[in-house]
Nanobody
C-alpha cells in the first residue's frame, strides 16, 4: 500500500492562501487517482478534490473555484492550492487515493486553521 505524508498547513487569515503538498512512498503513485480530504472538529472526514491519472480534476462544491489540485508524477507529489480561505475551511487535511476504501491507510494529515 502507498503511504502518504502531508505538509504545508498552518494558520492563515480569512481570504488568505495556502498550498498543501502530499508526497507518496512508492512509484505506483503515478498510476493512481488521488484526492484531498479534510476533517473538521466534531465532523466526519469529507472529500475535497480529486485528480485522475490523466490530470482530470474534480472538486467538492464547497471549494469549487477556490481550490486547485495538481500533481507531479515524476516527483511523486500532489498539491492543493487553497485561495480565498474561509473559517469553515479549518480542518485537518489528508491526501489519499481516490476513491478511498476502508483498508487504505491514512497519514497524519496537516492542520489548516483559518482565523483572524
Amino acid at each position: 500500500q502507498v503511504q502518504f505524508v502531508e505538509s504545508g498547513g498552518g494558520l492563515v487569515e480569512p481570504g488568505g492562501s495556502l498550498t498543501l503538498s502530499c508526497t507518496a512512498s512508492e512509484n505506483a503513485f503515478s498510476t493512481r487517482n488521488m484526492g484531498w480530504y479534510r476533517q473538521a472538529p466534531g465532523q466526519q472526514r469529507e472529500y475535497v478534490a480529486r485528480i485522475g491519472v490523466n490530470g482530470h480534476t474534480m472538486y467538492a462544491d464547497l471549494v469549487q473555484g477556490r481550490f486547485t489540485i495538481s500533481r507531479d508524477n515524476g516527483k511523486k507529489l500532489m498539491y492543493l492550492q487553497m485561495n480565498s480561505l474561509k473559517p469553515e475551511d479549518t480542518a485537518v487535511y489528508y491526501c489519499n487515493v481516490a476513491p478511498v476504501h476502508s483498508n487504505d491507510p491514512w497519514g497524519r494529515g496537516v492542520q489548516v486553521t483559518v482565523s483572524s
